[in-house]
């Protein structure tokens, strides 16, 4: 009991360690342990609980800044959060996005072709054009939000912090149910550690967490997460026969935008 509960407990701690920038190895001495397969399978299964340490931190900063008094509009308080949200996460999705982009439009449809430039480290036009614009559109939904939420129920933050939780639960999904490219890495790993009930606990979970709280915007954000992951995973079995580190952080970022610009379009249809 005790060495499954160890086992678990490094699981989570090595979740913030591969997915965020926060120096838990300064904190927790089993950080600095070298993980066996089955705690970096388990990592996985943690994955929304990083999430939510993110949104909390997201939530935070705009809070704190009324709290006490510092008078900033909320398309600065946007930057700030998307600053701060780029930083904590090490920019590791957005690496991911950017490689993706380059091997989709230069891949020409050829699979291995595809696989190689997602290799290359160089940073092509296609990849900064993509980041610019899902950076641009990430902050301007974040400054409809943020202002909307400052004066309407708390909900709303909640629901904002559910964007990174989705993003990564979707991830966590595109782990478990589709076939990993590489023959080796920590995505075998995860593939092959990972028990698929964990997923139906954390969307039993989070639906009711959400729905709870508002039935109309709640049942937006999970469609639309549901749809994305749905469309991504169909373009990645086309291109490459499965997923990669690159691709599954390309689509925690195409999902975490897709949900703001939801709660954005939510903002609109409210006021």
Request: proline share 4%; aromatic share 10%.
């Amino acid at each position: 009991m005790f060495e499954m509960l160890k086992r678990h407990y490094h699981a989570l701690v090595l979740a913030f360690q591969f997915l965020t920038r926060i120096p838990v190895y300064k904190v927790f001495s089993i950080a600095n342990t070298v993980p066996t397969p089955q705690v970096s399978g388990k990592a996985l299964l943690y994955y929304p609980v990083v999430g939510a340490a993110i949104g909390g931190w997201l939530v935070l900063l705009p809070a704190a800044l009324n709290h006490f008094g510092i008078l900033v509009g909320p398309q600065l308080q946007a930057a700030l959060v998307l600053v701060f949200w780029v930083w904590i996460t090490g920019g590791l999705h957005l690496d991911g996005l950017a490689d993706s982009a380059d091997a989709w439009l230069g891949g020409f449809g050829d699979k291995q072709r595809t696989l190689d430039l997602m290799k290359d480290p160089t940073c092509g036009p296609s990849a900064v054009v993509v980041l610019v614009l899902t950076l641009l559109l990430k902050w301007l939904a974040l400054s409809e939000v943020i202002h909307f939420a400052q004066t309407a129920a708390s909900w709303w933050w909640l629901m904002l912090v559910m964007v990174p939780v989705l993003a990564r639960l979707q991830a966590m999904v595109l782990v478990v149910h589709t076939p990993y490219v590489r023959g080796e890495g920590l995505g075998t790993q995860l593939k092959n550690q990972v028990q698929a009930k964990w997923v139906w606990f954390w969307v039993m979970i989070l639906v009711t967490l959400m729905l709870y709280q508002t039935i109309a915007l709640s049942s937006a954000m999970l469609a639309t997460s549901a749809l994305g992951y749905a469309l991504m995973r169909r373009l990645m079995m086309q291109r490459i026969d499965g997923w990669t580190g690159d691709t599954a952080g390309a689509s925690i970022e195409v999902t975490e935008l897709l949900l703001l610009l939801v709660m954005a379009v939510s903002v609109s249809v409210a006021v």
